[in-house]
């Protein structure tokens, strides 16, 4: 398990996310999008970066290489 | 004879040339704090209260007298069970958080009592440390009263004893800002910015909103407590004064750090009572508002007095004012069993007030809210856990508070690897604070760093409860259990 900080657009506060290597970046945003559910959502496409440059959802945790307590964002519209 | 000012002259100024000791020996950098100047550089060192002691021991007779009088007339349990909910929340905040921080605050005047570097400085820190212990035994003394009937206020002296979130933050601030500071950054950082700068926002700004609610025994408590405030914060200007003429920089480096982290402290304990737990009819500005007219307008006067600049951060600064507090408590409400107060939902009429007061962020927040509210709607009265996040949240690495500085669209939080370790902070000026003396915050863990290292437990529940020092009688609630006269209840 990798543990990245999260952060979802439209939400107050960073949230700990635990990221299995094999996560895809989609899977990995949907946790994320769980446990902020009660506070803000994204309907629609989504953009993940992760410090702070775009990646590509279908890639898995493990490709990437997010090491841990890296950040990561999900944001509201596709990928430019 | 001499007269009254005569002889005050001579009984403040003490000092005298040392033969037997070095004056750096007596005096060292390490207590005394830098610029290490000869005494010569204090020695037209004064503040405008020039007390005796005489004149302090009655006029604190006085006022004990005077608050002892209140509480004997409005202090028993029946009159706070009057007052409004929200407004008890609030009590219980500041309650938990003054105590034992004054307590720390007597250390520090202690050492400026010891190590200042001018008598009558000395004189006066004395006096200071004395209102400290004074401020510690007033809260504690009123709230204890209470507990029996709301096991909550037992955290007015229970909290800086916990491991809990908000403890570790406040622990970590005064730690640093009254236990461990030298004389002169302890006299600029805490006698001059925190005191001179930003307690009115608490002592004249919340008293104001006491008097409103009809809460004259914390009205009284703040207003005895501001009284000696004004005095020993005097202490900070002539210090200041000298450490700018002989080290400009270092002046300037003292008031950017502790403007920052003064700032966001009092963003928490006087924002949430101002914009949230004070009930709307009693509300008399925002926040935001008592912010420029008690703290930023002084605070700029006083830069310009001194020919120092405004905070690098200024304008992130001028942001946070929108939003900083708004961030922290949807947050807090969200993980409210996390902390020892209950919390109010903004109900429409608020809502629609906040949004006149904070046009510019206030559209950010609301649909946050309208999700909470939805929550509730769905879920029965009181079933707090079905309006409650579960997922470990996380803190900055040097102020120990939740990663919630910036808006809602772009959470401020920035990482630094440092020393073969990776440390995330809330914003910028935390992490500037950090870089500027590594050595003084790297070691420090911040809950997650702990819950990692397998010194806390990683299930919510089990932190709360055996790490954050909280049970089901003083975890934080929703106020009114989610029932609230504007919220409908769909039909199951």
Known sequence: ?80 | MLKRDEWLDLARKLDWELSYVAEKDAFPEVQSGRPWLPAAAWAGWDEPFRTSYPEYVAGQHDKEASVAAVRDAVGRVEDFQRLPRGWLEGLKLHAATLPLAEFAAVVGSLRGARFGRDSAWRSAALLGALDEMRHTQIPLLLMHDLVRWDPQFDWTHKLFHTNNWVAIAARHLSDELLLASDAIEFAIATNFVFETGFTNVQFVGLSALAHGVGDKMFEKMVGSIQSDEARHAQIGAPVLATVVKHDRRYAQYLLDKWFWRSWLLFAIVTGFSMDYLTPLEHRQSSFKEFMHEWVLDQFLRSLDEFGLQRPWYWDIFLEGLDNYHHMVYASAYSYRASVWFNFVVPGPRERAWLREKYPSSWPEYDPIWQRITERWRAADPGNDFAVHGTAIVSFCDLCQLVLSNGTPRANAANILDHGGRRYIFCSRPCRWIFEQEPERYAAHRDVVKRVLAGEAPANLVALVQRYFGLDYDTWGKDAFGGDYPWLERRPA
């Not at chain 1, 900080?5 to 949230?15: A, K, Q, R, S």
């Open chain 1, 1 to 80: 398990m990798i543990p990245l900080y999260g952060f979802l657009e439209g939400d107050t506060i960073g949230l700990v996310v635990l990221a299995d290597a094999d996560d895809t970046v989609a899977v990995l945003a949907g946790k994320l999008q769980a446990a902020a559910r009660l506070r803000a959502a994204i309907d629609g496409p989504i953009t993940v970066l992760y410090e702070g440059k775009p990646i590509d959802l279908e890639s898995t945790v493990s490709e990437i290489r997010m090491q841990p307590l890296g950040r990561f964002d999900v944001r509201r519209g596709p990928t430019a």
